[in-house]
């Protein structure tokens, strides 16, 4: 079976300003290549909540267009994202994508034979912690993004909370090997 990281996007792998999604906004945090580069012995995935596109900011092509164009730079520094998931809905649909529901994860431990105890969830937003905790994965909270903002709002535990993604690529290396 395969190990994978889950990575939130906005926040977390780009700066977010909030409903990121015009190509010429994207921006990676400087640690980014270095950070996921170091975790190629998992697979990567991004799960990415976009209620812009059920609140009518942006369309699903608007989302493509930017996540496509993050992927490639991804990948032109050596960083395979496996697959990217996307909730597309405003809260307010009560669908069961939306994080911290775990229904994409499920459906990445079938499609790649994922085992999710030996997985991780990183992201900027409790729900992040909250979807790993959900999947019977580990997770890291980043003070990236909103993170900052919304750390009192953790109902979760996390097994870290990282000031960076380096931070947390670090600890992810350092843990892997007590199960
Ligand atoms: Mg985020
Ligand atoms: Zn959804």
New binding site residues.
């Given amino acids: 079976m395969n190990k994978a990281v889950f990575l939130d996007r906005d926040g977390t792998i780009n700066i977010d300003e909030g409903y990121t999604y015009k190509t010429e906004d994207l921006e990676f945090y400087d640690d980014v290549f270095e950070s996921l580069k170091k975790l190629s012995h998992f697979k990567l995935f991004i799960v990415t909540n976009q209620s812009g596109i059920g609140r009518g900011y942006y369309s699903y092509e608007d989302f493509k267009r930017f996540n496509d164009k993050l992927v490639l730079a991804l990948s032109e520094n050596g960083i395979n994202i496996e697959k990217t998931y996307c909730?597309?809905?405003s809260p307010e649909?009560n669908?069961?994508?939306?994080k911290p529901n775990i229904r994409y994860l499920k459906e990445a431990e079938k499609e790649f034979d994922i085992d999710l105890k030996r997985s991780w969830v990183i992201g900027d937003h409790p729900h992040d912690v909250t979807l790993g905790k959900n999947a019977g994965a580990r997770s890291i909270y980043l003070l990236t993004g909103h993170g900052q903002k919304h750390r009192e709002d953790l109902s979760a535990k996390p097994e870290l909370i990282a000031n960076s993604l380096s931070e947390a690529a670090e600890f992810i290396i350092q843990n892997d090997n007590h199960n």
Wanted: some cysteine.
């Fill in positions: 909730c597309p809905h649909e669908c069961d994508c939306r």
